[in-house]
């Protein structure tokens, strides 16, 4: 017997008319609560975890108060015209129920969750959480999609070899990511790298894996689109991860986060970066190290909500109004 097929439910955040911004409940941008991605194209997770950190902690906190700051965010982009919610299922489906005491049961019980996401063709939008996480997520992607490409915007390249003598933390997985071969180095661009390190290695090393890195430096004073037009061209046709640590952004205008780098890519330029993404095969995104204990005033939190809503507006499948 043939299943008819479920009509697909184009979920809505609730609006400012509806319920007063301040009130109702706190999911990503006041959209529908799921316990499950069945039935969705794109879900917002979060990942509430910070004991991969080495400076200061706190991104434990990271999605509730990211959700928290989501309310002011309307679902209409006005500056590229994308209606991500007219066109494509979404919903928050909750945090990744982590083990706090052990970072190695949490890296595997990441992986397992995103498994699960992955298995309904969903793609996830995940709020951290400490840069750890994208370690297990990649292993989850790869399962499915094979190694993938990525845009990763950071200060930091995290490719230490070991923090501590540990191989699993926020400063090593894009080390383990290539020794899995979970990346595809080729298609990989790393943007706005910068301040001090251990050795040149720090930033040669990602080089000599195919990676391109671009440091802060190069993205002074300068618009980012003619940057990611030629990004595009090099990640080309296949599979893309999107990794985006705050502390990317200068900690003028996003000062919580656990390791705050001088000299950083402005506001305009993440948005650039992101919306430069548009036609890239998108299967995840990330938003990490937001710190709310040193953000008091909530304006790194409310910044990484608008850049996940930005992440949303350029996934496959967005519709644009002409």
């Known amino acids: 017997m043939n299943k008819v097929p479920q009509e697909k439910v184009f979920h809505q955040p609730l609006g400012g008319n509806q319920m007063p911004r ?3 409940h706190a999911s990503m941008m006041r959209l529908p609560t799921r316990t499950s991605a069945a039935g969705l194209d794109a879900a917002f997770v979060g990942v509430p975890f910070d004991i991969g950190t080495s400076n200061r902690s706190g991104t434990r906190f990271g999605p509730r108060q990211i959700r928290a700051e989501s309310c002011l965010i309307r679902p209409y982009n006005m500056a590229t015209r994308a209606a991500p919610f007219d066109s494509l299922s979404v919903a928050d489906i ?15 019980i990441v992986e397992a969750a995103y498994d699960e996401i992955l298995s309904h063709n969903c793609i996830p939008l995940t709020m951290g959480g400490d840069h750890t996480i994208a370690l297990p997520i990649l292993r989850a992607l790869k399962k499915k999609y094979g190694p993938v490409g990525m845009v990763h915007v950071d200060a930091h390249a995290d490719v230490n070899d ?5 191989k699993i933390a926020h400063g090593t997985p894009f080390r383990r990511a290539v020794e ?4 595809d180095g080729k298609r990989v661009a790393q943007i706005g790298l910068r301040a001090t390190g251990y050795s040149a290695e720090d930033f040669d090393w990602p080089r000599s894996q195919g990676f391109r890195v671009v440091q802060a430096e190069e993205c002074w004073y300068k618009s980012l689109a003619p940057l990611m037009a030629e990004i595009r061209e090099q990640l080309g046709k296949g599979p893309v991860y999107l990794s985006f640590d705050i502390d990317g952004l200068d900690p003028s205008s996003a000062p919580g986060t656990g390791t705050p780098e001088v000299g950083g890519l402005t506001t305009i330029q993440g948005l650039e970066i992101i919306r430069g993404c548009r036609g890239l095969d998108l299967v995840g995104c990330d938003l990490v190290e937001v710190s709310p204990p040193y953000d008091p ?3 790194t939190s409310l910044l990484a909500a608008n850049l996940l809503y930005e992440m949303l507006c350029v996934l496959p499948g967005v519709k644009y109004r002409a």
Not at 97 to 106: G, H, P, Q, V
Not at 162 to 166: D, Y
Not at 180 to 183: D, I, P
């Open 180 to 183: 899995e071969g979970l990346l």
């Open 22 to 24: 301040f009130g109702g």
């Open 297 to 299: 005033s909530g304006n």
């Open 94 to 108: 909750g945090d990744v129920a982590i083990n706090t005491f052990n970072l190695e049961k949490s890296v595997a």
């Open 162 to 166: 070991t923090m501590f003598g540990e």
